[in-house]
């Protein structure tokens, strides 16, 4: 009974490290770029501006310590691959929607919205195109929105 009790409360968690493959792989790469020293700095060195972070991946996993940035960040060629993201405010113009009202009143609407990347991670790891879902989800919006008033007074 104490023995189950004890492995109830153990957290959950995975915890698996990169394996035997991705670690020769690795050192490979490390080899390899001490090899072609002079010439592989154009490779390994990378600069990311004040305003961009960029999110490395490994061998397909996300690198511990978060999206890198500003400053001069390295990379291992072959193993590394990463994406810069603008943390500026981005801003899009909605096209001119046709809306049905509640009330069946026909209105031509048209916005402009504004969106800010609050989190570098979350928007390569956890949606495709950031931007694109940040303008339909704009546009849906407005349509739903504009679809609940009552315009005919």
Do not use: W
Not at 38 to 45: A, E, T
Not at 51 to 75: D, S
Not at 126 to 139: F, H, I, K, P, T
């Amino acid at each position: 009974m104490a023995n189950s009790k004890k492995n109830s409360q153990d957290p959950i968690a995975c915890e698996e490290g990169p394996g035997i493959c991705a670690m020769m792989l690795t050192i490979v790469s490390l080899i390899l770029i001490v090899i072609s020293l002079p010439l592989s700095l154009f490779c390994v060195v990378k600069v990311v501006q004040e305003y961009e972070r960029a999110v490395i991946f490994r061998l397909g996993r996300l690198l511990t310590g978060g999206a890198r940035g500003p400053g001069v960040f390295f990379i291992i060629p072959c193993v590394d691959v990463y994406e810069k993201i603008d943390m500026r405010s981005q801003t899009f113009e909605i096209p001119p929607q046709e809306i049905l009202t509640k009330d069946s009143v026909t209105v031509f609407v048209n916005a402009i919205m504004y969106y800010k990347v609050a989190n570098a991670i979350h928007a390569v790891a956890n949606v495709d195109d950031y931007g694109g879902s940040a303008r339909l989800l704009a546009a849906t919006t407005l349509r739903n929105v504009l679809g609940t008033l009552t315009l005919g007074d």
